[in-house]
């Protein structure tokens, strides 16, 4: 169903010589206009002429993303959010990811998933503009968007035609929508969870869709080891969770795609039609890549974590002897704002204690910045082996809390 050759077409239109509306002139004007008018570029890439643009106040555009990234896929939400005019329009968006967590806009990271697991692994972690709880993606989880003007956002009317859809494959398939807009298998085991982001004129629903994940990985990413962190930020609502592949193996991510691809037209009276784009392309989305960028940042991964304080205890095995250890720290802004070590106190003295505390406040709660900090640190005390080695014994297990 997925059209490969739109797809390479849309690759570089603005630079392919035989097309017209794409030459580097219309490039360049392009560049000119206000931003929403720019989207109109996208319609002319589409195949969508302005003419039958105005004429189908109920049309649905479905595009597919070439991209596994999340940051990229994020991305084009916020482009299409920010720039399109979707007052004529819906658009539904699908995507799929590397294995990535993705946390709501008001979460606190630390609370919600395994963050040293996820390094270990390599998997990314990534904070999202909508709201609501922690999920976790990998090539087995599709995800939809659908973007509508605010006026048509139904979230319940989009989870009915993913059921439709759903049904369409496999007509005993057991799949219910709740209240909270999460799909349940069998009524027991979530396979969706959703969130959305209301703009002033536009609005997205996006919803996930568990069919081959895996099962076993999601729920020790999504356990956080930390214990003692206090916070106003959303918590995550927990579930059972399933792959739609285990009520039947007819159901991977490819047959699921298709079907709700061909729902979503029959829907809009169009036929299937699926647009391979690529997030990455500056010409077909303008400013797409400062976009991807921003996502990508430490400020806005872990800097948005709402205030929060961790209060903990830890041991150190050092020379042969366990040393107890209490922290307390302050985060705002992802910044330790306060912060206090408390350990016996012949184990360092009592003055480089107080200096350490002083240095860590205002470091980013981050551990390659207190890593580098805490080194730093350690040569102000030159010629002190023991108590170089006792700071770095005590930085790596700061580290590893963070
Ligand atoms: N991929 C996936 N799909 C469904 N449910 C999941 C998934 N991963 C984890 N979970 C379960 O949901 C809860 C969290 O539920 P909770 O209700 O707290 O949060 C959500 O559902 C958020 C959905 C966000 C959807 C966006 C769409 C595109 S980018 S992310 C978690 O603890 C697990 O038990």
Redesign the pocket.
């Given at each position: 169903m997925c059209d490969k050759s739109a797809g390479s077409a849309l690759s570089h239109p603005l630079l392919s010589d035989g097309n017209k509306p794409y030459s580097s002139l219309h490039y360049f004007i392009k560049m000119l206009l206000r931003p929403k008018i720019r989207s109109v570029h996208l319609l002319f890439a589409l195949r969508i002429t302005p003419a039958r643009y105005e004429s189908s106040a109920k049309e649905g555009v479905i595009l597919q993303s070439t991209s596994n990234n999340?940051y990229e896929n994020?991305a084009i939400?916020d482009w299409i959010h920010d720039q399109m005019n979707l007052e004529n329009k819906n658009v539904l968006f699908i995507?799929r990811n590397v294995p990535a967590v993705?946390i709501?806009r008001h979460q606190n990271p630390w609370r919600e998933c395994n963050i040293p697991l996820m390094r270990e692994r390599g998997i990314c972690l990534?904070r999202?503009r909508?709201g609501?709880?922690?999920?976790?993606?990998d090539l087995g989880?599709i995800?939809?968007?659908f973007f509508t003007s605010r006026k048509r956002y139904d979230r319940m009317e989009n989870l009915n035609l993913v059921i439709r859809a759903l049904k369409a494959l496999q007509p005993k398939v057991d799949v219910q929508a709740t209240s909270?807009f999460?799909?349940l298998l069998d009524q027991t085991f979530?396979?969706?969870?959703?969130?959305a982001k209301l703009g002033r004129t536009v609005a997205y629903h996006?919803?996930?869709?568990?069919c081959t994940?895996n099962s076993s990985l999601?729920?020790m990413v999504?356990e956080s080891p930390y214990r003692g962190i206090k916070s106003n930020a959303?918590?995550?609502?927990?579930?059972?969770?399933r792959n739609l592949s285990d009520a039947d193996s007819s159901l991977t991510c490819e047959s699921v795609m298709d079907a709700v691809a061909s729902e979503y037209s029959a829907h809009y009276n169009n036929k299937p039609h699926v647009h391979l784009i690529d997030p990455m392309d500056e010409s077909l989305f303008p400013g797409i890549s400062q976009k991807k960028r921003d996502l990508y940042t430490w400020e806005w991964i872990y800097g948005k974590t709402p205030i929060f304080s961790l209060k903990t205890t830890f041991q150190i095995l050092y020379q042969n002897s366990l040393v107890d250890f209490k922290l307390s720290m302050q985060i705002k802004n992802g910044y330790i704002e306060e912060c206090s070590i408390d350990f016996p106190n012949h184990w360092l003295p009592k003055d480089l204690s107080n200096d350490l505390q002083s240095a860590l406040e205002g470091c980013k709660f981050c551990p390659t910045e207190t890593a580098f900090l805490v080194s730093t640190f350690v040569r102000t005390y030159p010629q002190d082996d023991e108590v170089h080695t006792k700071c770095n014994v005590l930085c790596e297990k700061l580290v590893s809390i963070m």
């Open positions: 999340v994020l939400e995507w993705v709501g990534a999202r909508s609501g709880g922690t999920v976790y993606h989880n995800n939809l968007t909270r999460d799909l979530k396979i969706s969870g959703t969130a996006h919803c996930t869709l568990l994940a999601l729920p999504l959303t918590p995550s609502v927990p579930s059972l969770v």
